[in-house]
């Protein structure tokens, strides 16, 4: 009996059927491309799929804490950007020696260009929550305009070039340990760009799912001037799902500096809608009040598993998009539909 009914909580939790649903679908494609091209399921491809996938999951997760809100963040790409060249050109800096074309490495340490980083990308963050709660901007317009200035930060930080090898100023050995910590370094066979994911995946859906803060995110999505008239503070909820997402975003640029060894300025380019599509994909309502991060986690699984089984069967950068721009209106259609028909079935017994 307490078995039976500890499944239908489950299975009765805040945007579990369709995170479940989401799951079904990334077996069922999985198992195709596996089908057509027998190398997906080697261990090799499944361990590269899963770092790969790591950072769409970074990214969903940020999206998917402010579009419960109900609001938007498109400034992610460029904060992810912005991170990889502050923390890139920080710890690749050089001075010039005593001789012409002679140059001292004087790279800042990691741990400090990266707490640097951090700071300038919640920065981003805290000014998007001020934006959109306190002041009531239109969440697209306030991100747009954060999106270019993150990204014109990360330009001017190199001055307007992308940047050196980081071994060049912090030293190979300190270069070497970075690189391994955020991509090419395993951990019992498993990359640990995919545990450092994990990790903060598990952190934040608990904070979603079983904290204050995370109730007050959804009711904030659902009604804000419920919310409000009930005691919560949206003003702050909204920032710290902005915080979350800048967060995000800045490891995903710490990951990208590891992989590239140097910053590049185009850096997280269209990542904010890599976010938006695994969210949706999942199951997380841009309508906000839904979802759930489990779905987030499928829904960035789908995105990558799509994206790469395209190309090894030999699929055009082109049709790649169209594939996955296509199931991202159905999801979003999907979601409107049932919300739509959860309204009319509302009103019919009221």
């Known amino acids: 009996m307490d078995r039976r009914f500890s499944v239908r909580g489950f299975l009765r939790t805040q945007g579990m059927p369709r995170a479940l649903m989401t799951f079904a679908i990334l077996i069922v494609v999985y198992s195709a491309?596996?089908?057509?091209?027998?190398?997906?399921?080697?261990?090799?491809?499944?361990?590269?799929?899963?770092?790969?996938?790591?950072?769409?999951?970074?990214?969903?997760?940020?999206?998917?804490?402010?579009?419960?809100?109900?609001?938007?963040?498109?400034?992610i790409g460029s904060v992810v950007g912005m991170s990889t060249m502050i923390s890139a050109t920080?710890?690749?800096?050089?001075?010039?020696?005593?001789?012409?074309?002679?140059?001292?490495?004087?790279?800042?340490?990691?741990?400090?260009?990266?707490?640097?980083?951090?700071?300038?990308?919640?920065?981003?963050?805290?000014?998007?929550?001020?934006?959109?709660?306190?002041?009531?901007?239109?969440?697209?317009?306030?991100?747009?305009?954060?999106?270019?200035?993150?990204?014109?930060v990360g330009y001017i930080t190199n001055n307007n070039r992308s940047g050196d090898a980081i071994a060049g100023g912090i030293g190979k050995?300190?270069?070497?340990?970075?690189?391994?910590?955020?991509?090419?370094?395993?951990?019992?066979?498993?990359?640990?760009?995919?545990?450092?994911?994990?990790?903060?995946?598990?952190?934040?859906?608990?904070?979603?799912?079983?904290?204050?803060?995370?109730?007050?995110?959804?009711?904030?999505?659902?009604?804000?001037?419920?919310?409000k008239l009930s005691g919560k503070n949206v003003q702050a909820t909204i920032i710290k799902t902005y915080l979350v997402s800048s967060f995000a975003a800045c490891v995903?640029?710490?990951?990208?500096?590891?992989?590239?060894?140097?910053?590049?300025?185009?850096a997280g380019n269209g990542y904010e809608i890599y976010g938006v599509a695994a969210g949706v994909i999942g199951g997380i309502s841009p309508l906000g009040g839904a979802g759930n991060l489990l779905g987030t986690l499928a829904g960035a699984a789908v995105w990558q598993t799509l994206q790469n089984g395209l190309s090894m069967v030999g699929a055009q950068v082109g049709i790649q998009r169209i594939v996955i721009g296509a199931i991202t209106i159905v999801a979003v259609l999907l979601d409107v539909l049932l919300r739509n028909r959860k309204i009319r079935r509302y009103a019919t017994t009221n």
């Not at 995903?252 to 185009?266: K, Y």
């Open 33 to 75: 491309f596996g089908f057509i091209n027998p190398t997906v399921f080697r261990s090799s491809s499944s361990i590269n799929l899963l770092r790969a996938f790591s950072i769409y999951l970074l990214v969903g997760i940020g999206q998917s804490f402010v579009m419960i809100t109900g609001n938007i963040d498109l400034s």
């Open 90 to 152: 920080l710890m690749s800096q050089k001075i010039p020696g005593e001789i012409p074309n002679d140059y001292i490495p004087a790279g800042t340490p990691a741990i400090y260009a990266i707490l640097i980083s951090l700071v300038c990308c919640l920065i981003v963050g805290l000014i998007n929550g001020f934006l959109v709660g306190k002041f009531k901007l239109p969440p697209s317009i306030a991100t747009l305009g954060t999106m270019f200035i993150a990204r014109g």
């Open 173 to 227: 050995e300190a270069a070497d340990r970075f690189q391994d910590f955020f991509y090419y370094g395993k951990t019992f066979g498993i990359y640990n760009t995919f545990l450092i994911a994990v990790a903060i995946f598990a952190v934040f859906f608990f904070l979603l799912s079983k904290t204050k803060t995370g109730r007050h995110i959804y009711a904030v999505g659902s009604n804000t001037e419920a919310a």
């Open 252 to 266: 995903v640029g710490l990951m990208l500096v590891a992989q590239a060894t140097m910053g590049n300025m185009e």
